[in-house]
Each structure stands twice: as C-alpha cells, then as structure tokens.
C-alpha cells in the first residue's frame, strides 16, 4: 500500500536517539541529550524583531516562489563578498530550510540508475535523498587520522557517476577540506564532467582554519550547486530557512520542485533572515568562541579517559573512537542505559563510522562536564 521509493530509506537514526531521550526526559529521567546538531542558543533578539516586525506589518502573504528579492539580493551579496562565487540575484533560490535545498537538488539532478560519491561518514540525510531520487549512493572511506579527508577516491568514479556530496565544515567529524582537497575534487569533477554539491551550512562555525568554497575555483561556477542556510550560525533552526544557488538550467528545474510542493519559505521568516545578514555579526563570534571553549573541554576530557578523538576544526560534533569497548551502536544503549547520556552511534553516518559514537556539543559547559563524569564511571 505504500510506495517502493519509501522502502528505499531509513528512519534518521539522530532523530531516533533523540526521540527515545526526549522519552526519558519526560519520565522525570535526567538526561543529558548530546544527539541532535542544534545550537542551544537562542536566535539574536534583532533577527526576531525584523520578523516580528514584518508579521505585524502585513507580510504573511504569498512570497515569489524563489523568495523575497531583498533577500536573494543579499544572499547574493553574501555570496560574492564571502565565498568568492559570481552569483546575482536571480541565481538563488531561497528553501524552507537546507535540508529542502539538497532534497530539491536530488530529485532535480539525478535520476534512476544514477550514482552519487558520499565521503564516508557522512550526514544521515544526504544518503536518504540520494534514494528518495532513485539513484544509488557511492560511499568513499576517509582517513580519520588526517581529519576525515578523503584520500585517493578517483577509482570510485564510474559512468555512472553524475554528483559529489562536500559538506565542509563537515557534519558528524567538524572535518574541514583545505584548498589541496579541495583542488582535488575540483579537478576530478571537471575531468569526469560531474556535479558538485557543496553543504557549507556549517561555514561560520571554524576554528582556526579557512573555509573554502568550491565553486570559486577555475571551472567550478558552471558545475557546482552550493547550500547554506541560517540555521547554524545564527541559531535558526526552527525558523526553517536555506538558500542555495546553482547554474541557471538547474535553478530553473528546483524552482519548479519548490513551486509545486512547498511554495516558498516563509513569508515574514525570510525579512528575520534578511536582518541576519544584514545586521550585526558580534553573536556569531560569540558563539563560536564558546563552542570553541566546549570543544576543548569535551574532547580533552575524552582523550584524558582513554577515547580517541581528535579536535574537530569546525561544526559543534566530537566523533570519538569507542572500539576499545565496543562498536558505537553497544557504547550508545550502554551510555543511555547507565550514563543517561544519549550520542549518535557513528554507523549512523556510514559504514566507516561502526567504531565510532558522535556527540554534540551544542549544550552548556556545565552539563559537559557532568556529562564527562558520568561517561568516566562507565568506562574507567
């Protein structure tokens, strides 16, 4: 009674640990919830007032389909200013949230039979995206002791091949490709004559590095779509509100998608969007630090009891080795069971990932710190 194209993909597996925390939480049990990539700070008072603002001024009506002007003129000139990309105003398309973005970019570039390369491990949801479409997912091993950086993945390319997924910032190591990997994809994509899909949500969130995007490199503007949104840098998340830009044969495609099945982005969602921009930076900054702070509590505290994890350089997720007691599944029901600390086993995100758990450090230091001592109980 349900379609095949269902059957194809798998509850998301962050979502489900969180749901069974959530659970737990409301059992009057305290857990301290390390699972889902939401920052726990609130959205910047200005970006709520310029939405407020537009709400009360009569803007909750039909919004142009591609999303209101003087915010795709903005993204535009966010995009040219920060990432280096030729891009106008009628190249971005504003979604209801990233993940919209890459799911009308699947369903827009590929087609049955088609395959797409994962760098292994990988977000949940590009996986299942890659299926809703039909076509098939290429998982490509990275190197965890170079920070998740692909290595010699050319042999996985077949002419059947038609995209790459680079999300950097990456999301569940906080890996971040430098200009070297970068190049390399760059020059993979145009000699095989391939898509790039470039998920840089995570951009602002980085710690003493450089963030590259892809499509301004030699080449690289025709052939690549990138994604980004306000739900990380300015703790957005509910608000529901990304932004992509592409060529224009395949923007013209997506915009149908959208058009035809979520319309828009929210109306007055999109002037909060358009302050984000616009207005003052000094709480991405702010946030960062502190995350920066988190990271290196979190990750030392780790190391000190014996896990493997490297610093991440960007995003707010440790991905630690816990093979010494287990795959990352076990060490995940054995934390939530003893230590009511709930974290995403690492099979979550790809094969590569079995012997890994990932833990979010979007939450306060204190509870990090409790959360260090219970983890300590477990496994010393």
Known sequence: ??????????????????????????EGIDVINFSLGEPDFNTPKNICDAAAKAMYEGKTHYAPSA????????????????NNLDVTEAGVLVTPGAK???????????????????????????????????????????????????DNFEEYITDKTKLIVVNSPGNPTGGVFGKKTLQCIADLAIDHDLIVVSDEIYEKIIYGREHISIGSFDGMQERTITVNGF???????????GYLTAPPEILKLLLKIQSH????????????????????????????????????VLVDGLNKMG???????????AFANVSEYGNGTEVAERLLKEAQVAVTPGIAFGASGEDFIRISYATSIDRIREALERLEAVFT
């Open 261 to 296: 099945s979520v319309s828009s982005a929210t109306t007055f969602v999109q002037y909060g969007g358009l302050e984000a921009l616009q207005g003052p930076q000094d709480s991405v900054k702010a946030m960062v630090d502190r995350f920066k702070v988190r990271r290196d």
């Open 307 to 317: 896990l493997e994890c490297k610093k991440p350089d960007g995003a707010f997720y």
């Open 231 to 241: 739900s990380k840098a300015y703790a957005m998340t509910g608000w529901r509100l």
């Open 1 to 26: 009674m349900t379609s095949a194209r269902l059957k194809r993909v798998e509850e998301s597996a962050t979502i489900r640990i969180s749901n069974i925390a959530t659970r737990m939480i409301k």
């Open 67 to 82: 999303g209101i002007p003087e915010l795709r003129a903005a993204i535009a000139e966010k995009l040219r200013t920060e």
């Open 100 to 150: 919209q973005g890459i799911f009308e970019v699947m369903m827009g570039v590929l087609d049955d039979g088609d395959q797409a390369l994962l760098f292994d491990p990988a977000w949940v949801t590009y996986d299942a995206c890659i299926r809703f479409a039909g076509a098939e997912t290429v998982w490509v091993p990275t190197v965890p002791e170079k920070g998740f950086i692909p």
